[in-house]
């Protein structure tokens, strides 16, 4: 499983800017980033190179922020890829709560990042281990990629 880093923000001019300053100023990598908004707020979603830190420098700014185990998979960058995925989970009636995706420098492959229901993670994990051509990839794996 991957650690992201999500942060509630109000919709307003500069605050991304502001935290992506900050990230930059400390020398923290942004492996993926995904917003989620509304007219008023956004939650942002970020896979951090050094989550640790990351979390050390967003607290000592007063950025409230929160941990989310998330899965990371590796499918192929091909037309459906992704429905293989989504397929051996809907099968298991796994649902997806929110995904987003991003493609690695040193693959041709693409990454999912997807966040399931809490009790059925360790299912999740079984199931798409299971599936030909998906790849679950740990922290240090991903890192790499």
Same mark, same amino acid.
């Given at each position: 499983?991957? +650690?992201?880093?999500?942060?509630?923000?109000?919709?307003?001019?500069? +605050?991304?800017?502001?935290?992506?300053?900050?990230?930059?100023?400390?020398?923290?990598?942004?492996? &993926?980033? =995904?917003?989620?908004?509304?007219?008023?707020?956004?939650?942002? +979603?970020?896979?951090?190179?050094?989550?640790?830190?990351?979390?050390?420098?967003?607290?000592?700014?007063?950025?409230? &922020? &929160?941990?989310?185990?998330?899965?990371?998979?590796?499918?192929?960058?091909?037309?459906?890829?992704?429905?293989? $995925?989504?397929?051996?989970?809907?099968?298991?009636? *796994? =649902?997806?709560?929110?995904?987003? &995706?991003?493609?690695?420098?040193?693959?041709?492959?693409?990454?999912? *990042?997807?966040?399931?229901?809490?009790?059925?993670?360790?299912?999740?994990?079984?199931? $798409?281990?299971?599936?030909?051509? *998906? =790849?679950?990839?740990? +922290?240090?794996?991903?890192?790499?990629?």
């Amino acid at each position: 499983m991957i +650690r992201q880093v999500s942060i509630f923000m109000e919709n307003h001019e500069g +605050r991304l800017n502001n935290l992506l300053k900050i990230l930059a100023e400390n020398d923290i990598n942004i492996r &993926s980033l =995904n917003i989620a908004e509304t007219m008023d707020y956004g939650i942002v +979603r970020l896979i951090l190179q050094e989550t640790d830190k990351g979390l050390g420098v967003l607290k000592k700014h007063n950025i409230m &922020s &929160s941990l989310t185990p998330v899965l990371a998979a590796e499918i192929s960058d091909q037309p459906g890829g992704l429905s293989i $995925l989504v397929d051996a989970l809907t099968r298991e009636k *796994i =649902n997806i709560v929110y995904a987003y &995706s991003f493609l690695p420098k040193k693959t041709d492959n693409a990454i999912i *990042i997807m966040r399931v229901d809490d009790e059925v993670l360790d299912k999740a994990v079984e199931t $798409l281990k299971a599936v030909p051509g *998906i =790849n679950l990839l740990d +922290r240090e794996t991903l890192l790499l990629k």
